[in-house]
């Protein structure tokens, strides 16, 4: 339960900040409406620096199941800790979206475009074309992992305390340069449960969730995690013998 709560808190913390930034930027007559890509990428990484600073220390701060996959899949998370993770980060994700969806409640209303509200809460394609979307969802989440992997190697004699300025680092960075063709979900619990909660809430003027594309930010996160796992224990690793 320790690990439910932990993740539960963890990810509700980076999807009210990460939608929450979206949301600023999107929605009319915000503050920071029209903020741009930059801005959001920024408040992503932030969101997840902050989200990893909160639990990391309690549950290692995974926040996305397919880092805990990955981490699963090498051997530093045992198998029967897993849904645990998972639950905690699917419950996380939809509480800290319906914070988001309160506390933007007066400008659902204020947005006519049905389009910009489902992206406060999921990720939609520039271009829909399943097939690369899937590719560049498996490549961002495997440069995520390599990433993180990379950041922890004891070689780099990285001091604990900075390892999620680190991380959120690396978010921002993977934004910036691999999130124009999907947005970057990167992590299944952060496009469902926030997709399930734009079907469920009564949202003003929303439109459909597009459950069409909803696979595609589950399963690519979820494969480009074992395989950046795998490249980093199997190709990188052996680099240091």
Request: proline share 6%.
């Amino acid at each position: 339960m320790t690990i439910f709560v932990a993740e539960l808190l963890g990810t509700m913390l980076l999807i009210l900040l990460g939608n929450g930034v979206v949301a600023n930027a999107l929605l009319s007559q915000s503050k920071g409406e029209k903020g741009g890509w930059i801005v959001i990428t920024a408040g992503w990484g932030f969101a997840v620096a902050i989200a990893v600073y909160a639990i990391g220390w309690v549950s290692g701060g995974h926040v996305n199941p397919a880092v805990t996959f990955a981490f699963a899949l090498l051997g530093r998370t045992p198998w029967a800790l897993v849904p645990y993770y998972l639950a905690g980060q699917m419950v996380g994700a939809m509480f800290g979206s319906a914070f988001v969806w309160l506390s933007y409640f007066s400008h659902w209303r204020a947005t006519h475009d049905p389009t910009l509200k489902l992206l406060c809460f999921c990720t939609r394609p520039a271009i829909r074309a399943p097939v690369w979307n899937l590719i560049t969802e498996i490549i961002a989440t495997a440069a995520l992992l390599v990433g993180i992997l990379c950041i922890l190697n004891v070689h780099n004699e990285v001091a604990t305390g900075i390892v999620p300025y680190m991380i959120g680092i690396l978010i921002f960075s993977i934004g910036l340069s691999l999130g124009g063709p999907t947005g970057f979900a990167i992590n299944p619990a952060r496009d469902l449960g926030p997709r399930l909660m734009h079907a469920w809430l009564p949202i003003a003027g929303k439109g459909a969730s597009d459950w069409g594309y909803a696979w595609i930010p589950i399963i690519g996160p979820l494969i480009g995690g074992a395989l950046g796992a795998f490249l980093y224990q199997w190709a990188i690793l052996p680099l240091r013998a």
